[in-house]
């Protein structure tokens, strides 16, 4: 029996063998161009498939909603059923199910209205009670009354969300001309985002959805695209506003800053849209982190009020290191559910805008979209019978891949893994039809060198479709931080730098690296980096707060070979280096990219463009600045650990 089974195992192992032999090569780059040689990662490499732990998705409750909500299509009006009969099943005796609920509405006259939200006086709930539409969202509370019992027990605490139609009749025959315009038709555009998330990763954790994006016809994916900031923020902004505004960080703390950027839903609203932007874990959010947030409500359908209300009044449970559950429903569910009612309110009766966007399962843990793979493929189909593929641009994005943890400090890929976020957009057959050249271009595209800029000008594009070159955009809408970058509806150069996609040499993959050996080079530049490190703190006004650095060790040092460079220039002086080190206390793990000049040994260096490798959760509490978080190390953490 024993033979039996080692010649069974010996079997396989030769076909495994003879199956892997025969699979097609695996591309050397994702882009190949003499400008450009961004290179391919293999997913399932050894050393990632080591730290990577498949995540099983659970469910935040037990029981069965006692509230519900149905859509009545004749009044265009929510109702809301209470389920009596599920309360004895679950009281196992005769009870009466007595519910209420409370309105959540945004607070526009608080000093941070981002912030605030207010909620009305408890309203009973009875049974196929037809909502108000002024009612948006609501918390309800459900208690069993037994007749011997004159208290009441709170048995079920939820939340609901609605998307009223508030459109006017004339909005309405308006609208219905933009969707039957043939002139010029009006795409649907629904960006769907997951953070963290790099295209390598989405192949490791999310097969199932990738295979739904692979094989759908009308998906494109942009292998050759590179983020141009480092967190959420500068990388969204550059999507939505042409700009990251990276050397004005410090203006986003300032009470109406960000309501003053141009975003592009602005431009889809003047052009007849509806809009709508929604984002999970309210603590977190791309505005609104260690940042004022929007003073005026910047959408049509703003999700923010109600989750804010949910994450202060129901219970929380933390999974995959952020708030996950929020009372009896994932926190992404929330927003997911919020796009899919946007979906059936207006996929026939007005074109949409939507941005709707998840942290939480995916912000802290590199696994953590391995749980919801399962779940986001499930929405993505529901999309697909609601009728959204058949009229609407659709995005799936991220802002940029995972940043810190084993996964970016201890892989030789991770500095790709951070830099290359996934990109999908999807094209519906009549676009493909009337738009065949866009079509032709987009796959032109898909291993060419692009970035966020790019995908700003396509949506400016899909509001003036007709524009045939990039030369007739009106000069006003071009991406500010980028005017050689374009629609990815135009053919991008084939041999594109990255400073002409507007990445900066921090974040582009273009450049060969090799690994400098000599010790003595690594030490005069660690320390150099370490040294500006110092002054930096001293000219920031940082040193009460922060302790000063101390080179611990040199981890690794890579030279990059800036392709199309001029060896006559900066090349012959100067090297470019990608540094690895260690400090003392704490031993925070740094990256830093620098240019050095042998010959006279100086340096040059943006110390707020370091990356932190490790977590920096527990040292820089007595930092409010999400830059500074990165490389201060709080005088009063070390003392606490000593």
Known sequence: MNLIRIMGTLFSLVALAAAVEHQ?????????????????????????????????????????????????????????????????????????????????????????????????????????????????????????????????????????????????????????????????????????????????????????????????????????????????LPNLLAILTGDNYVESSEKFAVKGFIDTLDYIWQRFKEAGYTTAYAEDYASLSTFNYMKPGFIRQPVDYYLRPFMKAIEKTLKLERRYGTIFCVGRHINSGYVWDFAVQFVQRFVQKSPMFGLFWSNSFTHDQFAGASAMDHLFREYLQLFLKLGLFKRSIVMVVSDHGFRWGDLRARTKSGYLEESLPMLWLYVPPWFRQKYPHYVANLRKNRNRLSSNYDVHMTLQHLLQLNTRSPEAFDPRIQAKKCKSCRSLFFELPESRSCSQAGISEKWCTCHPKTTVTNHTEQQAVALAVVQKMNKHLVARNLTHLCESFKLKTVRLMDRKEILGENITTAAATEHVYVLNFFTVHETPLFEATLRWNPANGTLKMNVDELSRKNSYTATASCISDPIVKKYCICKKSIKKHK
């Open 24 to 232: 097609p090569p695996m591309p050397k780059y994702y882009v190949d161009s003499p400008l450009c040689k961004m290179p391919y990662v293999d997913p399932f490499s050894p050393e990632a498939m080591a730290m990577y732990k498949k995540k099983t998705l659970k469910d935040c409750h037990n029981d069965s909603e006692l509230v519900t909500a149905e859509y009545d299509t004749k009044l265009q009006q929510y109702r809301l059923h209470t389920r009596g009969d599920l309360a004895t099943k679950m009281a196992k005796k005769n009870v009466t199910l007595e519910c209420s609920y409370q309105k959540i509405y945004r607070d526009g006259n608080a000093s941070i209205p981002d912030n605030a939200y207010r909620m009305s006086k408890v309203i009973p709930l009875t049974d196929d009670l037809l909502l108000p539409k002024d009612v948006e969202y609501i918390t309800t509370r459900c208690s069993l009354n037994n007749s011997k019992s004159d208290k009441l027990k709170i048995t079920q605490q939820d939340a609901l969300s609605f998307v009223q139609d508030h459109l006017t009749a004339e909005e309405l025959v308006h609208s219905f001309r933009l969707l039957q315009d043939e002139e010029e038709p009006k795409p649907n555009v629904i960006i769907l985002g997951i953070d963290s998330t790099s295209r390598i990763n989405m192949r490791r954790t999310m097969p199932q959805v990738f295979r739904f994006l692979n094989r759908f016809p009308g998906w494109f994916e942009m292998q050759g695209y590179n983020k141009v900031g480092e967190n959420t």
